[in-house]
C-alpha cells in the first residue's frame, strides 16, 4: 500500500487558479499510475486527469481539458494538479489517488486502489 497525503486546496475566485500537490510514501512511486478525481455532495466520484509511470501519457476529463495539467516529480514522490481558469462547477473534494500496477490506459474510479483524505477545491463566482 501506499500513503497519500493531498495538499493545495482552498477558496478562490472564478478565473483564478490553484496547484494541487499529493505526496506519496513508498520507494516505488515511479511505478505507479498516478491520478486526480473530484467529488461534489450527493455525485459519484469522478475523474480529472491521470499520469503514466513514464510521464508520456496523460489523460483529462473534456470539462478541464486546456485548463488543468497534471504533473509529478519522482524525486519527490509528488504528483501535482495546476488549475487555471477555475469555474464554480469546478468546486469539489478533490482526492489523489494511485494504480500500483501502473496501467498506462485510462482508469476509471474503480481502478485506483490507493486514495488521499481529499482536499476541498471551492471556486466562488
Known amino acids: 500500500q501506499v500513503q497519500l497525503v493531498e495538499s493545495g486546496g482552498g477558496l478562490v475566485q472564478a478565473g483564478g487558479s490553484l496547484t494541487l500537490s499529493c505526496a506519496a510514501s513508498?520507494?516505488?512511486?515511479?511505478?505507479?499510475?498516478m491520478g486526480w478525481l473530484r467529488q461534489t455532495p450527493g455525485k459519484e466520484r469522478e475523474f480529472v486527469a491521470q499520469?503514466?509511470?513514464?510521464?508520456?501519457?496523460?489523460y483529462y476529463a473534456d470539462s478541464v481539458k486546456g485548463r488543468f495539467t497534471i504533473s509529478r516529480d519522482s524525486s519527490k514522490n509528488t504528483v501535482y494538479l495546476q488549475m487555471n481558469s477555475l469555474k464554480p462547477e469546478d468546486t469539489a473534494v478533490y482526492y489523489c489517488a494511485a494504480d500500483l500496477s501502473g496501467r498506462a490506459y485510462r482508469l476509471g474510479p474503480e481502478d485506483f486502489g490507493s486514495w488521499g483524505q481529499g482536499t476541498q477545491v471551492t471556486v466562488s463566482s
Open positions: 499520469i503514466s509511470r513514464s510521464f508520456a501519457v496523460r
Open positions: 513508498g520507494r516505488t512511486f515511479s511505478s505507479y499510475t
